[in-house]
């Protein structure tokens, strides 16, 4: 029997190919775990809209990641007459700057809160194992 599978599944196949698998293996085990359907014409069909769809998503983040690469995202940080800092800038307030730009869903990777003024750059990730890195200017208030 053909089977597509839905999973990736070792020493059978990857997620998406199909396969040609034992009648029982196929009905007992594949098809009711969910790990796998018949590979029919309907199926096929419906991965194929799936990929376009996939496809589009992934074309479109990457203009959008070549977008915000072209940016400068300028946040503020509390500092004394001294010039000493107070605070820092977390992931959240990288992920709102963002959202306030229109970038929405995204997450800021962060090693460690960011506690100088100046630009820095900050790994973002965009979705769908795309990320993409972004300048953020952090300027006394």
């Known amino acids: 029997m053909k089977i597509l599978l839905l999973q990736s599944i070792k ?21 009711p775990k969910k790990l796998g359907v018949p590979a029919t014409e309907k199926a096929m069909h419906e991965k194929t809209n799936l990929e376009a769809v996939m496809s589009a998503e ?25 010039g000493s800092i107070f605070g820092a800038i977390h992931a959240v307030e990288i992920e ?10 995204m997450s800021a990777e962060l090693e460690r809160p960011i506690k100088e003024l100046g630009e820095h ?21």
């Open 11 to 31: 020493n059978v196949g990857k997620k998406d190919e199909i396969i040609n698998a034992n009648d029982g293996y196929a009905r007992n085990f594949l098809i």
């Open 58 to 82: 992934i074309k479109k983040l990457e203009s959008l990641k070549a977008k915000m690469g072209k940016e400068i995202f300028t946040l503020t940080l509390k500092t004394g007459k001294d």
């Open 96 to 105: 709102s700057a963002l959202a306030a730009h229109g970038y929405k869903n």
């Open 121 to 141: 750059v900050v790994l973002i990730d965009i979705g769908h194992r795309i990320q993409g890195a972004i300048k953020i200017k952090i300027v006394s208030s």
